[in-house]
């Protein structure tokens, strides 16, 4: 008789446990509970992943007020506010007329704004600790925004309960937290006044200017020089260094060739190039046409006044990652310098004819790298 | 049952060269170095000044178990 009893309790024990599993299967079926799970899944994830990029955020902020404060700054934390909040407005591309002289027209006003502002806050600092702030604020700017951004489409998807929106940040975070993680870097690089990945073509351009016979400033925070390569007069021309700077090297070959009369051989433009995955960080490639990753007025002065006076123009780029780019300079890049220094001599060499003129453009920003 | 946690430090050098005989020395980046700078140092073969060459950082992965 105990026996059956217990026999009969394990059943219907056994039974419930079916029919609680049963319920649990239909209510998980219900497509609302299914959003609801989906939604707290995802967003538990990408809240932790926009976190860090917050935090990352944050940091850059207060090494930004920390160095303003070193420097006496009036109002640093009003200061970082601003700057963290600033923007620039593409000019019209429907009228694509007069676009590059108004995308350069916004963009330096946009430059000289920033420097106006931290110029009013610390009066008395020279300009290398003026480039630096500058860069630092690009940074927080940079930051601040990809914060912003992706806070929005995170809301946005809570807020319309899409799953489909949230599965778009969830796919996007990972490459953007990356960028964050680049730029927080970079902050500490630009701030020690280190050359960068990205001062590669500033470097060549250096080591060209050594035996200089003449130097002057053909435009805004650009250095030229002038040597010799093997009876070739070569105008080596690149940012103003160690400013945490890329110059205006555009500007500068378009009014250098107008003072030749177009009388210039070649051009050759040295810069760093993003590389692809599953290329070598230093490998040095050749090819025709501006090396410049400018977002358009430096690069097609280059491209105008070349077509002008039908000169030819050549390409070195040393390829790096994008946080190689922005970060301190890897072994692999200061070791490719050398070589894409022999490149420029042997282009200059075998293809421009003696007691020509050659014009080198080291692109990059020169962060730690004078001349 | 091991835990492996990487982590990655790094050094910044500073290459220092003599431009008359292409002397060459290393030593850890000191804040205010940059390239093209002359340095209070003269080369040991021919007491030229040397000049910082290039500064680059080496990035060491470091394993703890």
């Known amino acids: 008789m105990m026996l059956f009893a217990q026999a009969d309790q394990g059943g219907i024990y056994s039974l419930i446990s079916t029919l609680l599993f049963i319920a649990f299967l239909l209510i998980l079926s219900i497509p609302d509970i299914q959003l609801g799970f989906q939604m707290w899944r995802l967003s538990s994830i ?64 946009g430059e000289s704004k920033i420097k106006s502002l931290i110029k009013d806050s610390v009066p008395n600092a020279d300009p290398v600790t003026i480039s630096k702030l500058e860069v630092s604020a690009e940074v927080v700017n940079a930051l601040n925004l990809v914060y912003k951004v992706v806070r929005h489409y995170i809301n946005l998807a809570k807020k319309l309960k899409s799953p489909m929106l949230m599965y778009q940040v969830q796919m996007v975070i990972p490459i953007l937290k990356r960028m964050a993680e680049a ?22 351009a250096a080591r060209l200017m050594l035996n200089a016979t003449r130097k002057w400033e053909p435009a805004e925070e650009t250095v030229a020089a002038e040597t010799i390569v093997e009876g070739r007069k070569v105008i080596v021309v690149k940012a103003l260094g160690p400013l945490a700077t890329v110059g205006r090297p555009g500007e500068a070959v ?78 692999e890049v200061y070791d490719a310098a050398e070589k894409a220094e022999s490149l420029v001599r042997k282009i200059i060499t075998e293809r421009t004819p003696v007691g020509s003129s050659v014009i080198v453009v080291g692109v990059g920003n020169t962060s730690g790298v004078g001349q | 049952m091991s835990l492996n946690v990487q982590s990655q430090s790094q050094e910044t050098k500073t290459i220092l060269k003599c431009t008359k005989c292409g002397y060459t020395e290393e030593r850890q980046f000191q804040l205010g170095d940059f390239v093209m700078k002359i340095v209070d140092k003269t080369c040991p073969k021919d007491g030229t000044p040397l000049i910082i060459w290039g500064i680059y950082t080496v990035k060491q992965e470091q394993k703890a178990k």
């Not at chain 1, 927080?184 to 470097?203: C, E, I, N, Y």
């Open chain 1, 46 to 109: 990408v809240e932790k992943e926009l976190g860090e990029i917050k935090r990352m955020s944050d940091n850059a902020r207060n090494k930004l007020i920390d160095m303003l404060k070193s420097l006496n700054a009036k109002d640093p934390q009003g200061l970082v506010d601003t700057l963290a909040e600033m923007f620039v407005i593409d000019p019209v591309s429907v009228e694509p007329i007069d676009i590059i002289s108004r995308m350069r027209h916004l963009l330096r006003g």
């Open chain 1, 183 to 204: 730029y927080s870097k970079a902050q500490d690089t630009f701030r020690d006044g280190k050359p960068v990945g990205d001062s590669l073509g500033p470097l060549v």
């Open chain 1, 254 to 331: 378009a009014r250098i060739v107008e003072e030749h009369n177009g009388q210039i051989a070649r051009i050759i433009t040295v810069d760093a190039a993003l590389k692809l995955e599953g290329e070598q960080t230093g490998s040095v490639a050749e090819g025709v046409g501006v090396a410049m990753g400018d977002p358009g007025p430096e690069k097609i002065a280059i491209e105008r006044v070349a077509t002008k006076y039908g000169i030819p123009i050549d390409a070195v780029i040393v390829k790096m990652g994008m946080e190689e780019a922005i970060t301190d300079m890897p072994k």
